[in-house]
């Protein structure tokens, strides 16, 4: 049977990430979220991490929002402190220390260690843990501490990696036109967002362990002042839950999986 990890990514961006995430785990689909270090949700999404042990539970690594957790990493901030943006990061790359790469996402996965967090595996903000030039700080990084990390071949231009233990593609499960027309409601949209659905399951059909991207929420203020992408997570939080995408699932001889349930062993490289 082909294994299915639906995997949210922002767990701990803001409250309403957080709510929307674990309705989608209770009440669909969602097997499993990543959690972001350095955000106003960040303490909220660890409580809740521990309420419901059947979430799998990554670290969502970043090196593109927020702020460091370590200050004195210096390299990659900006005049405020504050992580360079996606935007700024091609042209800023080249300054950036290595070592220190390292050390502020060792701090980030430690200090989700020190409250109890039991993760899974680890993926990235941006899939920044996947850029060519992170390769070497990410298989260190999974060395270190046992733990699988998302393959992001399939988006992003991703050259093809042969990685051991975990997902073999990743797709955006919601990137089509009519699950990101939020000029009508889902109830209006649902056909064309369930055939959507399936087309972007067929793009998988030669993979045994897949992963689906998604990026359920409900909506704040934060969440809606910081992210251009803020209205349309409310659909995918719809979609998740809807009965019809379970059915689909079943219909297609996907088990629903975590991490956890693909024993980490070597991630390397191609």
């Not at 996606?86 to 260690?113: G, V």
């Amino acid at each position: 049977m082909k294994q299915l990890i639906i995997n949210a990514d922002d767990f701990g961006y803001s409250a309403a990430i957080n709510a929307g995430i674990i309705h989608s785990h209770l009440e669909g689909v969602l097997t499993s979220t990543t959690l972001m270090a350095n955000m106003p949700g960040t303490m909220e999404a660890i409580e809740l991490s521990k309420q419901y042990p059947r979430l799998g539970v990554g670290c969502h690594l970043v090196l593109t929002m927020g702020r460091p957790l370590d200050p004195t990493n210096r390299s990659f901030q900006d005049e405020n402190g504050r992580f360079y943006k996606l935007c700024d990061y091609p042209k800023m790359r080249a300054s950036y220390s290595e070592e220190e790469i390292f050390h502020e996402w060792c701090t980030q996965i430690d200090f989700l260690l020190s409250k109890g967090v039991k993760l899974t595996h680890f993926d990235s903000h941006h899939h920044i843990h996947f850029y060519p030039e992170n390769h070497k700080i990410t298989k260190r990084i999974s060395e270190k501490y046992g733990l699988p990390f998302r393959n992001s071949f399939g988006t992003e231009h991703f050259e093809y990696a042969d990685l051991a233990h975990t997902n073999e593609l990743l797709l955006d499960m919601m990137n089509t036109k009519a699950i990101r027309d939020m000029s009508q409601g889902y109830n209006v949209l649902r056909e064309n967002c369930l055939l959507e659905l399936t087309e972007t399951f067929a793009r998988a059909k030669e993979a045994q362990v897949l992963e689906m991207m998604v990026h359920p929420a409900f909506v704040d203020e934060y969440l809606f002042t910081h992210s251009s992408f803020n209205i349309a997570r409310m659909r995918e939080v719809e979609i998740l839950t809807d009965p019809a995408v379970r059915q689909l699932i079943d219909s297609l001889n996907y088990e629903l999986v975590t991490y956890q349930t693909i024993k980490p062993n070597q991630n390397v490289f191609a």
